[in-house]
Structure formats: C-alpha cells, structure tokens
C-alpha cells in the first residue's frame, strides 16, 4: 500500500513546478522522500526549457530552488581580438550582463581566464540541448552551462569537491561547521565557498574574504 501511494504521488509530482515541488516537500516524509527525488527535480529544473539532458550534480541543493533564464549560461572560450563589448554584440546580450554572471569590475583581465559565461538572451538556444551543472572560479556560482561547441573541459566538469572525498562523512561535517563559525553564514554558503576553492578550506576563506571586500568597495552593503 505504502509503494502504491508513492507511486501515486510520483506520478502526480512529475507535473509540478520547481516551486510547486518545494512547498509539496514540506507537507509530510512521505511527500518530502518524493518531491526531493533528483530524478524528479531535475525533470522539474529542465521542463521549462525542453532541455534534453542535464549532466552533474549541484554542489548545493539550494541550486535547484530557482530554474529561472539566469541559472543557465552559453560557455564561450576567449580567443584572440575577444572583448566583453564584442561577445555583448556576437550573443546579442548586455555588457553589464556579461561582467554580472562572471563577476567582473572592468573589462581587464579578460585574457586571464580561459572562458566567459554568456548569459542566454533567447531560451530556444536550449532546446533539445545537453547541459553540465558547473561551479564557475570566476564567476563564483553554480550554473547550467551550455557549450555550442564541443564539451566542457574536465576541470570545469569537476565539482570542486574532490579533495573532500577521502574525508568521513563526520569529517566532513567538522570541516563546514568549522567554515559556517569562521565566515558567520549558513551550511550552504560553506559548501559553496568550499567548491569553488576546490576543497581547500584555506582558499575558501581567501575567496570568502575577497567578495567581502568586492562588496564593500561596489557599495554593496
């Protein structure tokens, strides 16, 4: 009976939205081991933009909360001649955009990275399409990127999080606690910070200082 009513939900859940499946999670257990199935969220993240597949895994399960245009971004490789106001022209979206998604001040440094994120200015691109959840260095968030060309290179597809893998699951517990007191902010913020440091717990609380500075010099807070 249990199995049946399970299944009835799951049928019932695949039709909800990303936020339909969040406000159904907190309504009982039963509802919460349904609604929180990856399986199912991620066919909830993709529906809306008829994405084919969707490889990887978040690193925060905060990343599923909103599946807005802006979670997902075209992976342009900077060559030669490339500059911010050129891609703003070549993808048709805004240059402000552009810095935006990769955290940028200026258009300088451009060619100190390998890529740029470019934000999708028309969903159709996604269509039928393969997407890899990626924690971005640069831009310091998670997205679902698209590559026109090719695939991503295999250190974009890493999680960040390898060097985490031979710790326990206590081990691993200290060590966000550990984080989570030292920046004053919550688990996911911890994990976060962790990923884009790739596991270093050290150059997780530079990277955390750094946008702290970043904030207080754009007059943020």
Not at 101 to 107: F, K, P
Not at 169 to 191: C, F
Request: with cysteine; proline share 3%; glycine share 4%.
């Amino acid at each position: 009976m249990a199995l049946a009513c399970r299944d009835t939900v799951r049928l019932i859940f695949q039709k909800l939205t990303v936020a339909d499946l969040a406000r159904a999670s907190c309504v009982c257990r039963v509802w919460n081991s349904v609604a929180t199935e990856n399986d199912l969220v991620a066919s909830a993240f993709t529906a809306p933009w008829r994405i084919k597949e969707l490889v990887g895994k978040p690193v925060s399960g905060a990343f599923w909360r909103d599946n807005g245009i802006w979670k997902f971004a075209i992976s342009h490789r900077i060559s030669r001649g490339d500059s911010v106001t050129s891609l703003a022209v070549k993808y048709s979206v805004q240059v402000m955009d552009i810095k935006r998604l990769n955290n940028m001040m200026s258009d300088h440094g451009i060619y100190s990275r390998d890529r740029l994120l470019i934000p999708i200015s028309n969903p159709e691109i996604l269509v039928n399409t393969t997407c890899y959840i990626e924690v971005d260095k640069y831009a310091k968030r998670e997205v679902a990127v698209l590559y026109l060309e090719g695939g991503p290179k295999r250190q974009h597809c890493a999680s960040g999080m390898n060097h985490l893998s031979t710790l326990s699951a206590h081990g691993k517990r200290r060590l966000i606690e550990s984080l989570r007191r030292s920046m004053q902010v919550d688990d996911e913020t911890a994990l976060y910070y962790l990923a884009i440091a790739e596991g270093n717990p050290r150059s997780a609380l530079s990277e955390f200082s750094a946008d702290l500075t970043w904030e207080r010099q754009a007059g943020l807070n």
